[in-house]
């Protein structure tokens, strides 16, 4: 099977990407794989598999690699004499910005260049978590309580503490912070306003019970990983994701009754059902007096989840079998037509 992986982007994820892009080459040996970086500066690279190591891209070496450009369902190589198409499928393995916020996604289908990943409509749900929160309450999915705040108007968090702070587009849990008084707000809200102009604060549940599950829709149905229940301490943070983005062995079921799998699969498929056909996505569940919470979607998981599925590769293989196909306007001129002949012109 031909793939080629798309990684990097202009986001604070960008070296997430890298690692992930690296763990998938070596999680889908096998595979006929192409890579394409893509800079901070926004120029797509062609990198060989050989090169796929992180001191290519620390030591800015991709900066020798060719260059490419997009044409209508490919990225293009051109040489001297000749232009390279690469018209393999694509995995969208940009996380953040660029890569979930919507806007590979369209230039994807701008190009008409199939792909596995998340839609622009799914990006834009899963990427700013307020409209997560909009999601689930258009959806009948359970969410803790939150509030928003701008750092383009000054107003007081009504929460009672402890609460955490997130940016309101961001993963990896950068710029996350647990403010368990008054006194620690201002710090965390700095913190989190360097990446984001919009927070989300959420009461910080002391002990809570969580739980990630991973999917996607193949021949009509859902298809669904183990439950992994996360090893943490309070939450887990930019290191330990970081770590975790690299996994590559699969993780230990959590051992929970078949009942709360069952209302995990519920919500995961109202999410995913009619929004994030194409994509391979992770939701993190809170459980609380044995009610599920969506607490986050994960539109572009780290290592796409690999850790989560017995058989990835044949994951992989089903999913690029069940891409949603755009439809585009057939033009034909007609009206321009009548109108010219009408005019007599």
């Not at 190589?77 to 910005?97: A, C, Y």
């Not at 700095?190 to 959420?202: I, K, P, T």
């Not at 709360?260 to 056909?277: C, D, P």
């Amino acid at each position: 099977m031909k793939l080629t992986i798309l990684f990097g982007g202009a986001s604070y994820e960008h070296e997430i990407s890298i690692v992930s892009a690296i763990t998938l080459k070596a999680k889908l040996s096998g595979f006929d794989l192409s890579f394409v970086f893509c800079d901070q500066d926004h120029t797509f690279y062609f990198v060989p598999s050989s090169k796929m190591k992180a001191t290519t891209f620390s030591k800015g070496e991709h900066k020798k690699m060719p260059k490419l450009s997009l044409e209508n369902g490919c990225f293009a190589q051109k040489t001297m004499f000749s232009t390279v198409k690469h018209k393999d499928l694509v995995i969208n393995l940009i996380h953040g910005g660029d890569g979930e916020d919507g806007t590979v996604p369209a230039l994807l289908d701008f190009f008409s260049i199939k792909y596995i990943g998340p839609r622009v409509n799914a990006s834009v749900f899963s990427y700013d978590k307020r409209y997560t929160k909009y999601l689930c309450e258009a959806k009948g999915i359970k969410s803790v309580s939150y509030e928003t705040l701008s750092a383009k108007e000054h107003k007081d968090v009504t929460l009672s503490y402890p609460v955490i702070i997130k940016p309101a587009s961001l993963g990896s849990s950068i710029g996350v912070s647990i403010v368990r008084d008054e006194s620690e707000l201002d710090y965390a809200l700095d913190s989190a306003f360097e990446f984001d102009n919009n927070v989300l604060v959420e009461p910080f549940i002391e002990g809570v019970k969580e739980y990630n599950l991973a999917g996607f829709m193949a021949d009509g149905k859902m298809h669904f990983s183990i439950v992994e229940e996360p090893q943490k301490n309070e939450f887990l943070d930019f290191e330990k994701k970081y770590m975790d983005f690299s996994r590559s062995e699969q993780v230990l079921k959590a051992d929970i009754s078949e009942v709360l799998v069952s209302k995990l699969r519920t919500n995961f498929e109202k999410i995913y059902r009619g929004l994030f056909e194409g994509a391979l996505i992770r939701c993190d569940f809170f459980v609380i007096d044995g009610e599920v919470y969506l607490n986050e979607i994960n539109p572009i998981p780290g290592s796409m989840a690999n850790y989560l599925f017995e058989d990835f590769k044949g994951c992989i293989e089903a999913l690029s079998k069940s891409l949603p196909h755009a439809k585009r306007a057939k033009v034909s001129y007609e009206y321009i037509h009548s109108i010219s002949s009408a005019k007599g012109k």
